[in-house]
Every structure is written in C-alpha cells, then in structure tokens.
C-alpha cells in the first residue's frame, strides 16, 4: 500500500468513531503544543478538591408540598375529624350508660311499685280512706295554686251586660273616621230619596239695593233619608210648599242675593220642613234654580 492510501486510512479513522488513546496520539502528531495544554488541565482538574453536595429532589418537593395551604388544610380536617369521632364515642358511650342506668332505675321502680300494692292491699279500709282523702287535698291544692297563679285568687263573674264588644271579639281593629268611613245617606251605592217641589214663585221684602217689589222664583229639591218621608212630602205638597212660601217671603233682596243668605235660607228651610214631617228627615235641601228680580 502506498503512502497515500495510508494518509487516507489514517484520516478515516479520525473521521470516524476514535479511542482516547488514538485520539491522543492523532492530537500529538498534528499539535503537540495543543495536547500540552489539554494534559495542564486534567492534572489542575484532578489537583483540586471538588465539593459537591448530593441533593434528594423527592425529599425536596416532599418538603415544599407539605408548607402549601392545601397540605396545610388536610392535615387541620383531619385533626378536625379525629376530636369529632373521639366526641362522638364519648357521647355514645355515655348514652349507652345512662339508657342501662334507665332501665335499671324502672326495673328497680317496677319492683317497688309492686310491692307496694302488694303491701297496700293489706291495709285496713280506714287506712285507705285516709290515703286517698290525702291525694285529693294534695290534688286540689296544687290546682288551686295553679288557678291562683294564672287567673287570680278569685274567680271573676261573668258580667250581666256587655260593656264592650272588644271583650267578645276575637280581634281589634283601629281605623280613622275621616279616611276609613263612608257616609251611609252619601254614599253612591245608596238610592238617594229625591223629590222635587213645584216652582214657587213670592215676593220678597225690598231693601236698599231693589225696587218697591222684589220677585224671587225657586225649583227645589228635598232629599229624604227614607222612602217613607219622600211619600209623606208628596201627599202633604200643598202644605210644604205654602210653609217653604211663607219662610221665603221673610227673606230681603239683598240676603238672597249673597250666597251665605241661600245657605241661611236652605238651612231654615230644612228646620222647618222637618217640624212638619212625622215618618223620617229631609236629609238636605237644593236650591236648583234661583231667579231674583229687583
């Protein structure tokens, strides 16, 4: 084989996968100074003392979960569960004493109880008359002292007459006369008794304001609180309607011509009106029509 092939196979394995040892002697063929320097190296590397602290990563994250909150507030339920069973237990165990404790106590009060009627029968009769009259004053008194407690020493009387409807009813209710009652005779869902006179036409005395023989024409209305009073008005017309003339005729141009005079006229009107009627009230009075002639 000649030189240069040899050149290629040693450039080959260079190429390729090398040894330390080779790659050692391939590094000292080419640079020498270079593998030198790499020798001063490995021997300070090897002089020097290397401290290296060996970590375990599991017990590390072990650590870190169990400061979180969620580690935190397992273990707090788990306490937590621990004293609620342990008071659980108590509470079960010092049930189960005292039901045995029960049943002990009314297994021991059965027994007494049984001899004590075994040993009441044989008691004379006056004996037990005695014991019986004693029940019923201790009966009585306790009842008594209960009656006393709750209602008084005596016991009240029922009254003869009702002074109020509160005592009986089973609730009281307030409410405001101005706001919460309607007037009966005003209200809309009552027929209004109506009845209306013929016009009455008189002459009124003359005052300063009108002529020698003043004139006054009226259409009115009477308004009754029955029906009865309203039939009664019809039947005695003539007689209302002369006595509403006569009351008129007393009144002066001047008052009839203010309102305050209609209104002391509608009132005496009303007053006398109901001196006449015998079989209800005339409730109000309307003025329809007003005619006045100076």
Same mark, same amino acid.
């Given at each position: 084989m000649s030189q240069g092939q040899d050149g290629e196979i040693q450039e080959a394995k260079v190429e390729g996968e090398l040894s330390l040892e080779e790659l050692d002697a391939v590094i000292e063929s080419e640079d020498p100074e270079f593998l030198n320097k790499i020798k001063e190296i490995e021997s300070e590397d090897a002089k020097s003392e290397l401290n290296i602290d060996l970590i375990d990563l599991d017990q590390v994250l072990r650590e870190r979960e169990g400061k979180s909150w969620k580690a935190r507030w397992g273990r707090t339920k788990k306490y937590c569960y621990s004293k609620l069973f342990l008071v659980w237990v108590l509470i079960k165990n010092l049930g189960v004493v005292v039901f045995h404790a029960c049943l002990s106590g009314l297994k021991g009060l059965k027994g007494n109880l049984i001899e004590g009627l075994r040993s009441f029968s044989y008691w004379p009769a006056s004996k037990k008359v005695f014991f019986f009259a004693v029940i019923l004053l201790v009966v009585g008194t306790v009842g008594f002292a209960y009656r006393a407690l709750t209602h008084g020493w005596i016991f009240d009387k029922q009254p003869l007459f009702v002074r109020s409807l509160q005592e009986w009813s089973s609730e009281a209710v307030k409410f405001n006369p101005a706001q919460d009652m309607e007037p009966f005779?005003? *209200? +809309?869902?009552? +027929?209004? &008794?109506?009845?209306?006179?013929? #016009?009455? $036409?008189? &002459? %009124? #005395?003359?005052?300063? *304001?009108? !002529?020698? &023989? =003043?004139? +006054? +024409?009226?259409?009115?209305?009477?308004? !009754? @609180?029955?029906?009865?009073?309203?039939?009664? $008005?019809?039947?005695?017309? *003539?007689? %209302? #309607?002369?006595? %509403?003339? #006569?009351i008129i005729e007393e009144m002066t141009y001047d008052q009839l @011509?203010? =309102?305050? !005079?209609?209104?002391?006229? %509608?009132?005496?009107?009303?007053?006398?009106? @109901?001196?006449? $009627?015998?079989l209800g009230q005339i409730r109000k009075i309307y003025l329809k029509t007003v005619v006045i002639k100076p």
């Open positions: 005779f005003d *209200s +809309a869902r009552v +027929a209004q &008794n109506l009845f209306a006179l013929k #016009r009455v $036409v008189v &002459n %009124i #005395r003359a005052s300063e *304001s009108s !002529g020698p &023989n =003043p004139m +006054a +024409a009226f259409e009115i209305f009477l308004e !009754g @609180n029955s029906i009865e009073v309203i039939v009664e $008005v019809k039947d005695r017309e *003539s007689e %209302i #309607r002369d006595r %509403i003339q #006569r @011509n203010l =309102p305050d !005079g209609k209104q002391t006229l %509608i009132e005496k009107l009303r007053r006398d009106v @109901n001196k006449l $009627v015998t």
